[in-house]
Every structure is written in C-alpha cells, then in structure tokens.
C-alpha cells in the first residue's frame, strides 16, 4: 500500500500561484506513472499533469504553459506549480499514483487506471 499526502491548496487572486506536494508513504515502483487531477463541483475529474519514472511529463491543454509538474525521489514528493492561476482552476487537486503503467498522460486520462490517490487539496481562485 502507498498512501499519498497532498498540501500547499489556498485560496488566490487569479494571476498568483501555487504549489502543490504530494508526499508518498513510500517509494512507490521502479516504473510509475504519476498524475494531478482535479475536479470541479458538478463535473468529472480531470487530468491535469502527470510525469513518470523517466521524468516525462504531460499536460492537459487548458494547463500547459502555466503548470509544471516535478518530482524529488529522494523525497518520494512530487510537486505541481501553478502559474497564472485562472477562476477555471478552482477544484479539488488529487495526486495518484499508478504502479503499472501502460502509459502516461494527462489530457483525457482515466482515474480508473490509477491505483492509490491522495485525500485531496482545495485550490480556489478568485477573479
């Protein structure tokens, strides 16, 4: 089992920042794909970035260019820094992790191929 912490979600005039942790109980596999999704009131969860064991990362469209997705694997943490925050993003922002990856992506990725999810962390952003 792999619990995951996430921290760092506010409250933020639109245009400020954020970032994001997510602390893993353990180190997680040697191949991994790990993801930041959202999700908004009345609307499905999203993903928003991911990165995996190499270090390769994926963006959703509506985040690119403002979001950074990272990881320290010493830390078992991976981060997501939000730039540019828009009143859009306000959501609930979960990390997942999956142990067995196909692949990994973050545009139109399933939440089902994930296996252990943090308890998530309210981002709010005021226009």
């Not at 390769?56 to 694997?73: C, E, L, M, P």
Request: glycine share 8%; proline share 3%; net charge negative.
């Amino acid at each position: 089992q792999v619990q995951l912490v996430e921290s760092g979600g506010g409250s933020v005039q639109a245009g400020e920042s954020l970032r994001l942790s997510c602390v893993a109980s353990r180190y997680i596999y040697s191949n991994y794909c790990m993801g930041w999704f959202r999700q908004a009131p009345g609307k499905e969860r999203e993903g928003v970035a991911a990165i995996d064991s190499d270090g390769y990362t994926s963006y959703a469209n509506s985040v690119k260019g403002r979001f950074t997705i990272s990881q320290d694997n010493a830390k078992n943490t991976r981060y997501l820094q939000m730039n540019n925050l828009k009143a859009e993003d306000s959501a609930i922002y979960y990390c997942a992790a999956d142990p067995d990856p196909y692949e990994c992506y973050a545009e139109h990725s399933d939440p089902d191929d994930f296996t252990y999810w943090g308890q998530g962390t309210q981002v709010t952003v005021s226009s």
